[in-house]
Structures are given as C-alpha cells and as structure tokens.
C-alpha cells in the first residue's frame, strides 16, 4: 500500500525527534541556496564553483559571497586578484556558455541574474550580511540552505556569523531564534559561538568536510574517490575543447581535482534518491551519521560506512555513486559547447511504480506480504535503451535483518516482506542508467514500513 510520505517521516525516522527538525519539503520543491566561498585562496574553490556553477539549473540560487579581499600570493595564480573578482570572471565564462547550457536544460538561470546576486562578503562591507538578512527574512515558505566553503586564512570573518551577531544584537532572543530556524546549512563551521553555544541550535547542519579521516580532513577523500571515476580525464573533459568555464577550472590544487567544497552542494542536488533534510539516508556525496560531539542536536558529519563490493568501509559511502556524479559532470561540460540538444546525453528519469515524480514512493507492507516494485514507465530523452537496477540500502533504513530482492535487474522486482516485531524501514534504490556516452544514471527511493 502506497502511503504519504510525511506520514511515514513524522512517525519513524529518528532526525524529527530533534527539536526544531524540519520536515523534508516535497522533492518537488527547489531548493533555496547561498554559498560563501574565499576565491582567492586554495584553488580548489574555483574548481567547485565551475561545477557549482553548472548545475546552477538546479536550485534557487540566492547569493554568492566571495570573503576574500585579496587573493594568496603564489598558491593562487588567478589573474583575478580579488574574490569577487575571480567570482566574477568564472560568471562571465558561465554567461559564454550560457546560450548553449539552456538549450540543454532551461531552468539555467540568466548569467545578469547570478552576477547581480554575487557580492562581496569582506570585512570592510556588509554587503553580504544585508543579502543574507534579506533571503533569509523573505516572504518564502522554503528555509534557506547555506553553504560555507570553508574560510580560510586571509578571509573575511563569515558573513552568516556577522548577520547571526546582527540579529541577535537587533532583534534579541526570539528574533535570533525565529531567524535561525529558517536555515539549512550543508556547511563547514563559520559559526562561531552561534554552532554549539548560543541557543537554539541550527535546526539542520550537515558538516561534509569532517570528522578527520586518517589524519587528514574528510573531504580530502573527494579528489581520491572521484577524480578519475568512470573514465573521466580532466583534460580531456574539461580543460581542453569544452568552452570557456571549463578552462577555467585551476590544477595547482595538492590533490587532483581537489573539490573540496563540491560535496557541499552535491548533498543537494535532485538525483531522486538524494534527500537533504535527510542525511542519513545517503546520496551522491555520502552518508552522514549524527555529531557525537553535539548530543540532542541535528547536527551531521561524514562518520558512517557502507557495506559495498564485499566490505565495509567510510569511502563506500561516496565511491558507490563516483561514476555517476562523475559522469553526470563530463555531460553537463558537454553542454557548455553543444549548440543543439541532440549533440550531448542527458539523464534518464526513472519512474518508480508509475510515478514519474522526484518525491520518494512510500509503501506499508505486512510479514509475509510481496512487496512489487516497478521501473515501467522510466525514459530517455534522448531515445537511448536504459537499464533498470535495484539495490537494498540497508545502512538507511530502521530493518536490519537481510532482505532478498527477487531480481536486481530488470522493470520489475519484489520482495518478501520480513517478520518485525515493531514498524520497521527498508530502503530500496531504483538505478536507471542509459546507454549514452557518458553514460548517465537517475534513481527513485522506495522506503517501504513493515508493520507487525
């Protein structure tokens, strides 16, 4: 039996148990976003801001801040010597691209609109803490999700921190509190005081840069796992004869294709399986289990593993969807150069037991009952055969016994549902992937609650 969705979230999963834990806003919804980054220092900034920039179709984006007045001499080589400069130039790449990038998706938005919302964020203006108040005071049901790329040394003081003291300071504690609770930060922490001293907490933050891994910060792993995942050849891909923003992207990083700020992002995207307010349900940029170090609040990190090809390990939780963030990436730098849609590969879009949606299919099931699944309905824009497979996510869900898909290929597949002795959650992700080149996935999450 099919069931709604925030039903089965308000009554099972343990983040809402939280106070001041939002519900997840329907899939359907775009996100709201503003990201602070210090262009100008590691180059690793401008790498994500050109993938950053090409799944600027995906969200609302509300604001760019670029914290840093000056850019480090010698590690940084942009001509750009500013961050709003180098903010700046990349935007103009993105507007070069712009008239073919819309060809392939429309939702792009127009490069005047990105560079009226970027603003400097340094500490000799307020800019940035204005445009922050603005978004976040909006007339607008959604939270604003926030993202700090990580403010390095040379950088502005943080611009949410700055408008965090403001407000506290303007409004006193109900309006710091009412503020607060319309953001969503998938962020390193800038906060100071405002993270774990000052109450309320953060109704959400998802930290994807930490807890160290083998004595280096998480996020380091991204380079590592992804890189080079499905073939992808940052030469061949990006740097040479796929437009000007991809010329843009910087190789004096310590690790190859660094991206240490992409994961930020990719947590947010639309993948159809991806679940924001949900961190630890998985998704392109990982698995994230509660802070420890932060008890009775929403507060995540990158500390889980998966169970993945035979052993358990935390890469798993990022190196089991490299080929298709990967992928997914080469065909949107694709983009930036094919004039006419038939001249680059697009994502499939799957359809999970006749709904064509992005929201997840909830069902209930009792021990003993069949549980079908199906994949019919699932297309290609671009006239490709597409592949159908489906995987038990069992980190995700409340069951932990075994559950045995009766096929892990094909349009249809089912289960027996398990004995339980209270409603339990089983996760089972839909993968279509096409036959293009490159070859490109899109997924739908059925989460099914058996109950005794």
Same mark, same amino acid.
């Given at each position: 039996?099919?069931?709604?969705?925030?039903?089965?979230?308000? #009554?099972?999963?343990?983040?809402?148990?939280?106070?001041?834990?939002?519900?997840?806003?329907?899939?359907?919804?775009?996100?709201?976003?503003?990201?602070?980054?210090?262009?100008?220092?590691?180059?690793?900034?401008?790498?994500?801001?050109?993938?950053?920039?090409?799944?600027?179709?995906?969200? =609302?984006?509300?604001?760019?801040?670029?914290?840093?007045?000056?850019?480090?001499?010698?590690?940084?080589?942009?001509?750009? $010597?500013?961050?709003?400069?180098?903010?700046?130039?990349?935007?103009?790449?993105?507007?070069?691209?712009?008239?073919?990038?819309? $060809?392939?998706?429309?939702?792009?938005?127009?490069?005047?609109?990105?560079?009226?919302?970027?603003?400097? #964020?340094?500490?000799?203006?307020?800019?940035?803490?204005?445009?922050?108040?603005?978004?976040?005071?909006?007339?607008?049901?959604?939270?604003? &999700?926030?993202?700090?790329?990580? +403010?390095?040394?040379?950088?502005?003081?943080?611009?949410?921190?700055?408008?965090?003291?403001?407000?506290?300071?303007?409004? #006193?504690?109900? @309006?710091?509190?009412?503020?607060?609770?319309?953001?969503?930060?998938?962020?390193?922490?800038?906060?100071?005081?405002?993270?774990?001293?000052?109450?309320?907490?953060?109704?959400?933050?998802?930290?994807?840069?930490?807890?160290?891994?083998?004595?280096?910060?998480?996020?380091?792993?991204?380079?590592?796992?992804?890189?080079?995942?499905?073939?992808?050849?940052?030469?061949?891909?990006?740097?040479? @004869?796929?437009?000007?923003?991809?010329?843009?992207?910087?190789?004096?990083?310590?690790?190859?294709?660094?991206?240490?700020?992409?994961?930020?992002?990719?947590?947010?995207?639309? +993948? #159809?399986?991806?679940?924001?307010?949900?961190?630890?349900?998985?998704?392109?940029?990982?698995?994230?289990?509660?802070?420890?170090?932060?008890?009775?609040?929403?507060?995540?990190?990158? *500390?889980?593993?998966?169970? &993945?090809?035979?052993?358990?390990?935390?890469?798993?939780?990022?190196?089991?969807?490299?080929?298709?963030?990967?992928? =997914?990436?080469?065909?949107?730098?694709?983009?930036?150069?094919?004039? =006419?849609?038939?001249? %680059?590969?697009?994502?499939?879009?799957?359809?999970?037991?006749? =709904?064509?949606?992005?929201?997840?299919? *909830?069902?209930?099931?009792?021990?003993?009952?069949?549980?079908?699944?199906?994949?019919?309905?699932?297309?290609?824009?671009?006239?490709?055969?597409?592949?159908?497979? &489906?995987?038990?996510?069992?980190?995700?869900?409340?069951?932990?016994?075994?559950?045995?898909?009766?096929?892990?290929?094909?349009?249809?597949?089912?289960?027996?549902?398990?004995?339980?002795?209270?409603?339990? +959650?089983?996760?089972?992700?839909?993968?279509?992937?096409?036959? @293009?080149?490159?070859?490109?996935?899109?997924?739908?999450? %059925?989460?099914? +609650?058996?109950?005794?």
């Amino acid at each position: 039996m099919t069931i709604p969705c925030p039903l089965l979230l308000a #009554g099972l999963l343990g983040v809402l148990s939280f106070p001041g834990a939002a519900m997840p806003a329907p899939a359907a919804e775009r996100l709201r976003l503003i990201v602070e980054t210090d262009a100008g220092g590691d180059p690793d900034d401008e790498q994500s801001l050109v993938r950053f920039l090409l799944y600027a179709s995906e969200w =609302d984006i509300e604001g760019i801040i670029a914290n840093r007045a000056a850019a480090r001499p010698g590690e940084n080589r942009n001509v750009e $010597r500013t961050g709003l400069g180098i903010v700046g130039r990349l935007l103009t790449a993105y507007g070069q691209c712009w008239t073919n990038l819309v $060809r392939h998706d429309t939702n792009f938005p127009a490069p005047w609109l990105l560079r009226d919302r970027a603003v400097a #964020g340094y500490n000799d203006t307020d800019a940035a803490v204005r445009l922050l108040m603005a978004a976040v005071d909006r007339q607008d049901p959604r939270p604003l &999700w926030y993202s700090d790329w990580g +403010t390095d040394h040379g950088a502005a003081t943080n611009n949410l921190r700055r408008a965090l003291d403001r407000v506290r300071l303007e409004r #006193g504690p109900a @309006g710091y509190a009412a503020f607060k609770s319309r953001l969503r930060l998938s962020s390193y922490d800038a906060f100071g005081a405002h993270t774990f001293e000052i109450s309320p907490a953060f109704p959400l933050w998802v930290n994807t840069f930490q807890p160290a891994f083998e004595g280096k910060r998480w996020y380091h792993r991204f380079s590592a796992l992804t890189s080079r995942a499905g073939g992808f050849d940052l030469v061949r891909d990006a740097l040479t @004869g796929h437009g000007p923003l991809g010329a843009l992207y910087p190789t004096n990083t310590t690790h190859w294709a660094k991206e240490g700020d992409s994961m930020s992002f990719i947590h947010l995207l639309p +993948t #159809g399986m991806n679940a924001p307010e949900q961190p630890a349900w998985g998704g392109w940029a990982g698995r994230y289990g509660l802070n420890t170090n932060a008890p009775g609040r929403a507060y995540y990190w990158a *500390c889980e593993a998966d169970a &993945w090809q035979g052993a358990t390990h935390r890469d798993h939780t990022l190196a089991r969807w490299a080929e298709a963030l990967q992928n =997914d990436f080469r065909a949107r730098l694709d983009w930036c150069v094919a004039d =006419d849609f038939r001249k %680059a590969n697009h994502r499939p879009r799957a359809a999970l037991n006749g =709904d064509t949606g992005r929201e997840f299919v *909830c069902l209930e099931a009792k021990p003993g009952e069949r549980v079908r699944l199906s994949a019919l309905g699932s297309r290609d824009p671009d006239g490709h055969r597409i592949r159908a497979r &489906w995987t038990v996510y069992p980190e995700c869900g409340t069951f932990r016994g075994r559950v045995e898909l009766e096929t892990a290929e094909g349009e249809t597949t089912g289960f027996t549902a398990p004995e339980v002795r209270a409603p339990s +959650t089983i996760h089972v992700i839909l993968e279509v992937a096409d036959e @293009g080149s490159p070859r490109l996935f899109d997924y739908r999450r %059925a989460i099914v +609650t058996v109950k005794p």
